[in-house]
T-cell receptor, first 115, second 111 residues
Framework: DTGVSQDPRHKITKRGQNVTFRCDPISEHNRLYWYRQTLGQGPEFLTYFQNEAQLEKSRLLSDRFSAERPKGSFSTLEIQRTEQGDSAMYLC?????????????FGQGTRLTVV | QKEVEQNSGPLSVPEGAIASLNCTYSDRGSQSFFWYRQYSGKSPELIMFIYSNGDKEDGRFTAQLNKASQYVSLLIRDSQPSDSATYLCAVGGPGDSTLTFGKGTMLLVSP
């Protein structure tokens, strides 16, 4: 396992189209996070999963966004009816939970451009 | 609304100098503090984390935490051109949940 994998790396879509991104976490990691990052900003939390359960969603996350982690392994993030303001880097991170601190590892991200 | 504030920079230092990066946070209940480095077009990578007041050293990097002042800093000694990147401060709340990131400080180390 070489780390957190995200697919695709780049996506260009027309406004109004739906897009879906995939994240494959490090295999033994039970926690998976989605963040969004725009130019000049830090990563902004969207949602996270503990195994297959979605435990928290940001209030900033509109109902056009939905995420799943059906078997507690990979996760998908779907954006419906994309808008130009959705253009950003979408980052996935994973970590294991337990006693003590465990580092969250980020994937390389999916860069979305809405035209 | 939890806030993490960083000076956006750029912070310019000559090679070999000490770079000092600062971060303040709004939530007094915050318990964990992280510094990530992000090269342009790449994803963040963890440099250091700190939980307790005081200093924590790892090689050329020292993280400093002052919970009373709600202040975290990162010192980079003997700065190298390869240290040129954006440094993100991230803060975790009580429990084991999510991180709130600052906007990052761009560091430029000139040869």
């Amino acid at each position: 396992d070489t780390g957190v994998s995200q697919d695709p790396r780049h996506k260009i879509t027309k406004r109004g189209q739906n897009v879906t991104f995939r994240c494959d976490p490090i295999s033994e990691h039970n926690r998976l996070y989605w963040y969004r990052q725009t130019l000049g900003q830090g990563p902004e939390f969207l949602t996270y999963f503990q195994n297959e359960a979605q435990l928290e969603k940001s209030r900033l996350l509109s109902d056009r966004f939905s995420a799943e982690r059906p078997k507690g392994s990979f996760s998908t993030l779907e954006i419906q009816r994309t808008e130009q303001g959705d253009s950003a880097m979408y980052l996935c991170a994973s970590r294991s939970t337990g006693s003590g601190y465990t580092e969250a590892f980020f994937g390389q991200g999916t860069r979305l451009t809405v035209v | 609304q939890k806030e993490v504030e960083q000076n956006s920079g750029p912070l310019s230092v000559p090679e070999g100098a000490i770079a000092s990066l600062n971060c303040t946070y709004s939530d007094r209940g915050s318990q964990s503090f992280f510094w990530y480095r992000q090269y342009s077009g790449k994803s963040p990578e963890l440099i250091m984390f700190i939980y307790s007041n005081g200093d924590k050293e790892d090689g050329r990097f020292t993280a400093q935490l002052n919970k009373a002042s709600q202040y975290v800093s990162l010192l980079i000694r003997d700065s190298q051109p390869s240290d040129s990147a954006t440094y993100l401060c991230a803060v975790g709340g009580p429990g084991d949940s999510t991180l709130t990131f600052g906007k990052g400080t761009m560091l430029l180390v000139s040869p």
